[in-house]
């Protein structure tokens, strides 16, 4: 498979003091779905920002499609965020327009600023955008406003919007950290599909190892901003689920070959 992104000694410092991401290096295939898990703080969220540019990397490179993306001017990084779709854990829909119009919004990237701010679309990409919500079971949704929506509603809306970019990858921010277990279950459904299927790449922030275990190709643990596991789901221990977690690994209560088995049956 071909590599599709790829981290070379990413380093990201805020301020004097706090050290966010160091030296961290991988790389992820296309058609992957990674799972990046640790504790609260551990630097998931900056990494995941420092792909798209929306946080600046302090040292390093950052290689999409074999583009030094730091390297990037404005317009030419515009033009770059249309092929990485974003999912976010507060969903950044606007809550007073339809599902329908919060959906179109993933086609901005692709017009000039005027003609968005006016709302005109193609008619191809209102089937698309229609394609897209039947597919994520949401066809009877389409015209309802966002606020009238439930969580796993508006975080389906929020994987519709970024599908309709036509992405090469998704990038997803903690998803399912605000969702009952049965919502979680069908966004993570959709975004195993949506790898497996459609042959996205899914880079995918979890702070639950059970569905990391379930859901992911390969797993990337992050402790104090360092990658301190790479690896496939079978290769995850005990130990190394410590080394993550620290004293956080004690609530996970998870004994690993246990966890997978009950994974299995999920």
Same mark, same amino acid.
Do not use: C, W
């Given at each position: 498979m071909a590599t599709l992104l790829e981290f070379r000694d990413v380093s990201k410092r805020y301020g004097n003091d706090t050290l966010a991401l160091s030296h961290v290096s991988f790389s992820v295939n296309e058609g992957e779905l990674v799972s990046i898990i640790g504790p609260s703080g551990a630097g998931k969220s900056t990494l995941l920002r420092c792909i798209n540019r929306l946080i600046e990397a302090t040292s390093g490179e950052v290689i999409f499609d074999k583009t030094n993306v730091q390297q990037l001017s404005k317009g030419k990084l515009r033009a770059l965020r249309t092929k990485? %779709?974003?999912?976010?854990? =507060?969903?950044?829909?606007?809550?007073?327009?339809?599902?329908?119009?919060?959906?179109?919004? %993933?086609r901005l990237g692709y017009k000039p600023a005027f003609v968005g701010a006016l709302g005109l679309y193609h008619e191809s990409e209102k089937k698309q955008a229609l394609e897209i919500l039947k597919s994520l079971g949401l066809e009877d949704q389409v015209y309802k406003r966002c606020d009238q929506l439930s969580g796993g509603q508006k975080?389906?809306?929020?994987?519709?919007?970024?599908?309709?970019?036509?992405?090469?990858?998704?990038?997803?921010?903690?998803?399912?950290?605000?969702?009952?277990?049965?919502? =979680?279950?069908?966004?993570?459904?959709?975004?195993?599909?949506?790898?497996?299927?459609?042959?996205?790449?899914?880079?995918?922030?979890?702070?639950?190892?059970?569905?990391?275990?379930?859901?992911?190709?390969?797993?990337? %643990?992050? =402790?104090?901003?360092?990658v301190v596991f790479d690896g496939l789901p079978s290769e995850l221990t005990d130990e190394t689920i410590r080394t993550i977690y620290g004293a956080d690994s004690e609530e996970l209560n998870l004994n690993i070959p246990e966890s997978k088995e009950v994974a299995r049956k999920i």
């Open positions: 990485i %779709g974003m999912i976010f854990q =507060s969903y950044n829909l606007v809550d007073r327009l339809s599902v329908f119009e919060n959906v179109l919004h %993933g975080q389906r809306v929020g994987i519709a919007r970024a599908l309709v970019q036509e992405p090469r990858m998704l990038l997803a921010d903690e998803p399912i950290a605000s969702l009952d277990p049965s919502s =979680s279950k069908t966004i993570m459904d959709h975004l195993r599909h949506i790898s497996t299927s459609l042959g996205i790449t899914v880079l995918v922030n979890l702070h639950q190892l059970d569905i990391a275990l379930n859901y992911a190709d390969r797993i990337i %643990g992050v =402790s104090q901003g360092k």
